[in-house]
């Protein structure tokens, strides 16, 4: 064994690194291993061709980053080349995680160094601190770098653009570095903002994008069995509210609404006091029920969006389960401990506010619900990233989503690998135009939460009642089913899907649930299910458009008008007055549908 003094007199080599679980800090994907997998292998062969001073390697959440980072730096320390390490890691659970790792292979970080401190301790090969710990003490963390050399190794580097001034910091305190390690698990950031360390290159159209030297994406990890597949769990429904001016409206979710509506339903949606999140949670417990039955310590995290809401969630979660619901709120050391104790326990639920990036590593989650209003591509990846981590072949997970277009995109793009552009060109084309600057939440998750005061003010609406309809199941960016009542023998056939399962065998079964519906539908005596509100307008196909549905309203209005002899005006001010809802430039798809409704059955009545 290669080994390197210190002056505490422990040693460090790599014979410790080559016997990591390639998962570490978790289990190996199946069972106790004593190799590197294969993309690990390739990583660090890719990195000691040339041995460069700035190395990205991008790899998909569950892959086994930390594996490769720590093994490369035992070798490099035991090479020479470096004489200490520190990890720059986005929260301070992650601190500790690495440090917990790095101890496993011979390396001593500490994960409690405070700035005050000013230096570390002999004992230690280097610290692990916070992206926000370097941005307030930029100079110190340069001296601590200049004092040795120093093996940077920047765990989602894409913070380091979370803010210019954390940029400045980052490049000041590791410009000296001998070697910098950037990593990252998830898509890049969705702004432009420069991540420090990396190389940016013109393509073919003149947008400057990020240089990898090594990637690991989902879809190739899949295939290796090292992540599981996803099964998203699509819910829609019925939504009424009453808006900041007084107006009472209504919509169905994943109706081509504009997005204020579309926001506003969801955000109904997600109410604790309507019926649409509890039937939602009702249905993800069922789900962890089956699931647990072939994976007994199988949990479930809902993914929250404000204090209020989560408490809400976990009150009714305690009621279904009949057992206690653990509450992370923020990213404090009490937090921290609720994570660790989570996942080293049975517990099925666990609810967190929004902090769901990198800071919680649980691989025993198989069930989510993504009950939160956040819907940039970088936290929705990594998000769902937290239930991909593969312990054995066959597991499956299975995320319970609102009908929410922006959702339904980035679901479908789990495989798309893209890098970090630092120019804007608009394509045209939704799949490409998907990932533009909406709302950067990511600092926001992983720091002290605010969430709750501040949505509390971006929205002054009143939640009036939600229903939930199983909408269908997307596996593969490919749809399966059909909208259902919840509860029904329709939904728990999807529901019921084992929870370990080949690939092949979900996307099989998922047809045969799919057939089986459809046939139930042609047998004698089937009744259609009645969806929620039946008074009103069937629900708009999602090809109609509210442009669509405005002509076609001001189309029958005039007809009426050129019949009854009443002016256009008058007509809408009735349909308005009867319907409910704001002027018809306001009004949602189901409003207008009702209107369109209304004026028909005028019509019928006078010919």
Not at 273 to 284: E, F, Q, T
Not at 452 to 461: I, N
Not at 480 to 495: M, Q, R, T, Y
């Amino acid at each position: 064994m290669t080994t390197l003094p210190l002056s505490s007199g422990h040693p460090v080599g790599t014979s410790a690194a080559q016997h990591l679980s390639p998962s570490f800090p978790e289990r190996a994907a199946w069972g106790t291993v004593s190799k590197l997998r294969a993309w690990q292998t390739e990583a660090l062969d890719a990195y000691f061709v040339h041995e460069p001073r700035d190395f990205l390697a991008a790899a998909t959440p569950g892959a086994g980053k930390t594996t490769f980072a720590l093994r490369l730096a035992a070798e490099l320390l035991a090479r020479k080349t470096i004489d200490r390490v520190t990890v720059v890691a986005p929260t301070e659970h992650l601190k500790k995680q690495w440090a917990d790792a790095a101890d496993r292979v011979g390396i001593r970080l500490d994960p409690t160094f405070k700035n005050a401190h000013g230096r570390h301790g002999r004992h230690y090969h280097g610290v692990a601190v916070t992206y926000a710990q370097v941005a307030v003490r930029a100079e110190l963390h340069r001296d601590l770098t200049l004092s040795g050399r120093t093996l940077v190794i920047l765990d989602e580097v894409h913070h380091g653009g979370d803010a210019l001034s954390w940029g400045d910091a980052i490049r000041e305190a590791f410009e000296p570095a001998t070697r910098r390690l950037s990593l990252t698990g998830t898509p890049f950031r969705s702004d432009t903002a420069p991540i420090p360390f990396v190389s940016y290159l013109p393509d073919e159209h003149g947008i400057r994008v990020s240089q990898t030297d090594y990637n690991y994406g989902y879809g190739r990890a899949l295939l290796d069995g090292v992540v599981r597949p996803v099964l998203f769990m699509v819910y829609a429904g019925h939504m009424r509210w009453r808006s900041s001016v007084g107006d009472e409206m209504e919509a169905r979710l994943g109706e081509g609404n504009t997005k204020d509506i579309t926001s506003q339903a969801w955000r109904t949606a997600l109410d604790p006091k309507g019926d649409w999140i509890p039937s939602v949670l009702r249905a993800a417990d069922r789900r962890l029920t089956e699931v647990r039955q072939s994976i007994p310590d199988a949990g479930g995290l809902v993914i929250a969006t404000d204090h209020y809401a989560a408490r809400a969630y976990a009150e009714l979660l305690e009621g279904l389960s009949g057992q206690p619901v653990t509450i992370v709120l923020s990213d404090e050391k009490e937090a921290s401990d609720r994570i660790d104790e989570f996942s080293n326990s049975t517990r099925r639920w666990m609810v967190a506010v929004r902090m769901v990036s990198e800071g919680v590593d649980i691989p025993r989650l198989a069930v989510g619900v993504y009950a939160t209003s956040a819907a940039t591509p970088l936290y929705f990846a990594q998000a769902i990233g937290r239930f991909v981590r593969a312990r054995r072949r066959g597991e499956l997970a299975s995320i319970f989503l609102p009908n929410v277009p922006s959702l339904m995109a980035l679901a479908g793009a789990m495989e798309l690998e893209r890098d970090h552009a630092l120019d804007r060109r608009e394509t045209g084309d939704p799949a490409i135009d998907l990932f533009r600057v909406e709302e950067d939440m990511m600092d926001a998750a992983n720091r002290q939460e605010k969430a709750s005061e501040a949505l509390q003010q971006e929205f002054s609406f009143e939640a009036i009642s939600s229903h939930a309809t199983f909408d269908r199941v997307m596996y593969e960016n490919t749809e399966f089913g059909a909208e259902a009542i919840v509860g029904s023998d329709e939904e728990l056939d999807f529901i019921g899907i084992p929870g370990l399962l080949e690939p092949d065998q979900v996307r099989e079964l998922l047809q045969h649930r799919q057939h089986r519906q459809a046939r139930r539908k042609t047998e004698p005596g089937y009744v259609a299910p009645v969806v929620e509100n039946p008074d009103a307008a069937p629900a708009a196909p999602l090809y109609r458009t509210l442009k669509e549905q405005r002509s076609l309203l001001n189309s029958v209005v005039g007809i009426w008008s050129k019949t009854s002899g009443e002016p256009h005006g008058l007509i809408h001010a009735e349909l308005r007055r009867v319907c409910g809802g704001p002027a018809v430039a306001q009004a949602s798809v189901t409003q207008l549908q009702s209107r369109i409704a209304l004026v028909r059955k005028w019509m019928r009545g006078t010919l």
